[in-house]
């Protein structure tokens, strides 16, 4: 089974994109912050795939701008801050700009996961 990180401040969104995720067989974790998915990774969890709500912090966070190279990601952004610079695209396979529905971004997951053993 696959595993996903969603990491976001906003509760409503990571349980929309987990609980969307669950139902299609998919072990979707909440997170609020990298640092949670430092601790998760630490105890033995290797995400599939990462959805990210971007923020500044993401930016300054040298160990989760690693991890996103290294994990097929999808980076939810604003049209109007600076996490949209080339940078942060360079990060995410996938950038979804905000106002976005739950269903893009299961959509983009599920692309991500494709070819992937489950």
Request: charged share 25%; aromatic share 2%.
């Amino acid at each position: 089974m696959p595993v996903v990180f969603v990491i976001a401040e906003e509760w409503r969104l990571r349980a929309a994109v987990r609980a969307e995720l669950r139902e299609r067989g998919i072990k979707a974790l909440g997170m609020e912050t990298a640092d949670d998915a430092g601790r998760a990774i630490a105890a033995g969890e290797l995400p599939s795939a990462i959805v990210l709500d971007a923020n500044a912090a993401v930016k300054s966070d040298a160990a989760l701008q690693t991890l996103l190279h290294r994990i097929p990601s999808v980076l939810i952004a604003s049209r109007t801050t600076s996490s949209t610079s080339p940078s942060s695209n360079e990060m995410a396979r996938k950038v979804l700009f905000r106002p976005v529905q739950i269903s893009e971004i299961v959509a983009a997951v599920l692309d991500l996961l494709k070819g992937q053993p489950s």
